[in-house]
C-alpha cells in the first residue's frame, strides 16, 4: 500500500503550493502594484480580448464574484476598460486592457520569462512535455469528478 503523502497527487499539492508562494513573492519582491491573480487576468484578456467574466472564471477556475473583484480593481487602476455589450438579451460586461495595462503587462510578462529561464533547469521540450501532462491530469480530473468552479 502506498501511503498517500508518497503519491502523486499530493506531490502535485505542494508543488502547486510552494510555486503559488514563489509567484507571491516574486511579485512582491519587483513592486509590482498588481498581484499575481490580477496579472493572470491580463494575461487572459491578452490572449482572449473581449472575453466575458463567465468565461474568463471558467479559464481561472475561480468563481465568478471572485472574478468580479479582480476585474473590478483593475479597472479602478486603469488597467482595463469594461464596458456594456448586447450578448442576444443579455447585457454583459466586455473587458480589455488599456494601453497602460498593457505597457505593465509586458513590463511583468518578460521579468517573469526572465525569471523562469533563470529558475528552472528544464529544457523547452521538457516543460512542453510537463506542462501536457499537467493539463491532462487536470482534464482527466475533472471530468472523473465534475469539478465546477463557481
Same mark, same amino acid.
Given at each position: 500500500?502506498? %501511503?498517500?503523502? $508518497?503519491? @502523486?497527487?499530493?506531490? *502535485?499539492? *505542494?508543488? #502547486?503550493?510552494? !510555486? %503559488? =508562494?514563489?509567484? $507571491?513573492?516574486? /511579485?512582491?519582491?519587483?513592486?509590482? &502594484?498588481? #498581484?499575481?491573480?490580477?496579472? +493572470?487576468?491580463?494575461?487572459?484578456?491578452?490572449?482572449? &480580448?473581449?472575453?466575458?467574466?463567465?468565461? *474568463?472564471?471558467?479559464?481561472? @477556475?475561480?468563481?465568478?464574484? %471572485?472574478?468580479?473583484?479582480? *476585474? $473590478? #480593481?483593475?479597472?479602478?487602476?486603469?488597467?482595463?476598460?469594461?464596458? &456594456?455589450?448586447?450578448?442576444?438579451?443579455?447585457?454583459?460586461? =466586455?473587458?480589455? +486592457?488599456?494601453?497602460?495595462? !498593457?505597457?505593465?503587462?509586458?513590463?511583468?510578462?518578460?521579468?517573469?520569462? =526572465?525569471?523562469?529561464?533563470?529558475?528552472?533547469? /528544464?529544457?523547452?521540450?521538457?516543460?512542453?512535455?510537463?506542462?501536457?501532462? !499537467?493539463?491532462?491530469?487536470? #482534464?482527466?480530473?475533472?471530468?472523473? /469528478?465534475?469539478?465546477? /468552479?463557481?
Amino acid at each position: 500500500m502506498e %501511503h498517500y503523502t $508518497k503519491s @502523486l497527487p499530493y506531490e *502535485l499539492e *505542494l508543488t #502547486s503550493r510552494v !510555486l %503559488h =508562494e514563489a509567484a $507571491k513573492c516574486f /511579485f512582491e519582491q519587483n513592486n509590482f &502594484p498588481i #498581484s499575481q491573480e490580477e496579472f +493572470i487576468i491580463l494575461d487572459c484578456l491578452y490572449m482572449y &480580448p473581449g472575453i466575458i467574466q463567465i468565461e *474568463l472564471a471558467k479559464l481561472i @477556475l475561480k468563481g465568478r464574484a %471572485h472574478t468580479g473583484k479582480f *476585474l $473590478k #480593481s483593475l479597472e479602478q487602476k486603469g488597467l482595463i476598460a469594461r464596458t &456594456p455589450k448586447n450578448h442576444g438579451s443579455k447585457i454583459i460586461m =466586455e473587458s480589455k +486592457i488599456t494601453s497602460k495595462g !498593457l505597457e505593465l503587462y509586458m513590463q511583468i510578462s518578460q521579468a517573469m520569462d =526572465e525569471n523562469i529561464k533563470t529558475s528552472n533547469s /528544464f529544457s523547452d521540450i521538457d516543460m512542453k512535455n510537463l506542462i501536457a501532462i !499537467l493539463q491532462r491530469i487536470r #482534464s482527466e480530473a475533472v471530468e472523473k /469528478f465534475n469539478i465546477k /468552479f463557481n
